[in-house]
């Protein structure tokens, strides 16, 4: 919702109603993740996608159906029968999309998620996307679908049906929350974990992953610009005040003057590293790099990559051995940082570490699609 939030809260405001689909749950080569929306508007316009263009013509005209009548579908699209082509699906891949009218009465919290979301405060919404036959009090399962219950760090608004079932998924998707992770959940009528008569959906809205690029020079004002591109928060960071300038990095996020593992110990000290935070070290100077892979390589992170030849990575291995970092920490550093593209120039090279970076979150090989058999997306 985050890629088409603007759009969505100005019809909200307005208070015009809105047809929005979205993706809950996916198998193969499906080419969205879940949590990808489409909203087709009260003007006819289609924003965002679910699909990368496959099944959005079907997804249209169910989504205006949907704000007519106000019920709320699920929808599953894939390859197994007839009409794939129909729909345009023929990725391989198969997704389930829930397509529901959101206004100001089906959706009342959508202005404080949307606060949230821009100032950067995490939220989670929780939606029922499907019911059983008939719950434990003879209630109809269809009213449970849409239910909604919007959850932050401190409180939530909203009901799913009962307070039990509220408390358990409040639980459920804090954690979620933490890990900045979409996905669905099943539970009984009444919140039991054990049960699967009810299905929600979580999306989950933290803030922007971290990237911290240690050293100030000219790889890293590519790399910086390229992790921006693919959704971080940057820092660059340099003990030198006459290189780490906003001017030199005009895309970072921030720009920071500070010894690196200084730095990183009081941002891990104050909580705002975590296991999707990135750090690429580039200033293959042993006097930095080396404190600050003591510190980094000991933490749970997703990625760890340090820049230098081969020379440079072997004398840096002696010397973090030497520090008593085990050889499964060792294990977690890139070095030489990036996947071989045969890259020159800091901006090849940052396509590189950002392939590298790509391939070590969804699982890729970062061999060529076209010697590999098998699917072609991960996870």
Do not use: N
């Not at 919702?1 to 909200?12: E, F, H, I, K, T």
């Not at 593992?261 to 009081?266: G, K, S, V």
């Not at 510190?295 to 749970?300: F, W």
């Not at 396509?351 to 070590?360: C, M, N």
Request: charged share 25%.
């Amino acid at each position: 919702m985050r890629d088409v939030l603007d759009d969505l809260a100005r019809w909200w405001d307005a208070g015009e109603p809105v047809g929005m689909g979205t993706v809950v749950a996916t198998w193969r080569s499906s080419p969205r993740p879940a949590g990808a929306v489409m909203l087709v508007g009260p003007d006819g316009s289609a924003v965002g996608s679910v699909s990368g263009g496959c099944v959005e013509g079907a997804v249209y005209d169910l989504a205006s159906d949907v704000t007519a009548t106000g019920a709320p579908v699920l929808q599953r699209y894939g390859v197994s029968d007839d009409d794939a082509f129909a729909v345009g699906l023929t990725c391989g891949g198969i997704i389930d999309i829930f397509v529901e009218r959101v206004d100001r009465e089906s959706f009342p919290q959508l202005g404080a998620v949307a606060e949230a979301i821009r100032a950067g405060v995490p939220v989670a919404v929780v939606t029922c996307v499907a019911a059983g036959s008939a719950d434990s009090a003879g209630a109809d399962p269809e009213k449970r679908l849409g239910g909604r219950l919007v959850v932050w760090t401190d409180r939530t608004e909203g009901t799913l049906g009962t307070a039990r079932l509220d408390d358990a998924a409040t639980d459920d998707a804090r954690g979620m929350l933490a890990a900045g992770r979409s996905g669905t959940l099943h539970y009984g009528y009444d919140g039991q974990r054990r049960g699967d008569e009810l299905t929600v959906f979580v999306a989950s809205y933290a803030p922007k992953p971290r990237m911290i690029v240690f050293g100030a020079i000219d790889f890293a004002a590519a790399v910086a610009r390229i992790g921006g591109f693919l959704g971080y928060h940057v820092t660059v960071c340099d003990a030198r005040p006459v290189f780490a300038t906003s001017r030199r990095f005009p895309e970072a996020d921030e720009v920071v003057v500070d010894w690196p593992h200084r730095y990183l110990r009081a941002e891990v000290d104050g909580g705002r590293i975590d296991e999707r935070t990135v750090v690429c070290v580039l200033t293959h100077d042993p006097k930095f790099d080396g404190p600050v892979l003591e510190v980094a390589l000991r933490l749970p992170l997703a990625y760890v990559g340090a820049m230098g030849s081969r020379r440079t990575h072997d004398d840096r291995m002696a010397r973090l051995r030497e520090a008593g970092l085990t050889e499964a920490e060792l294990a977690k550093l890139s070095s030489p940082v990036g996947l071989d593209l045969g890259a020159r120039t800091p901006e090849e090279t940052a396509v590189s570490v950002a392939a590298e970076i790509i391939a070590a979150r969804w699982g890729g090989s970062g061999e060529r699609l076209t010697e590999l058999d098998g699917r072609i997306h991960h996870g």
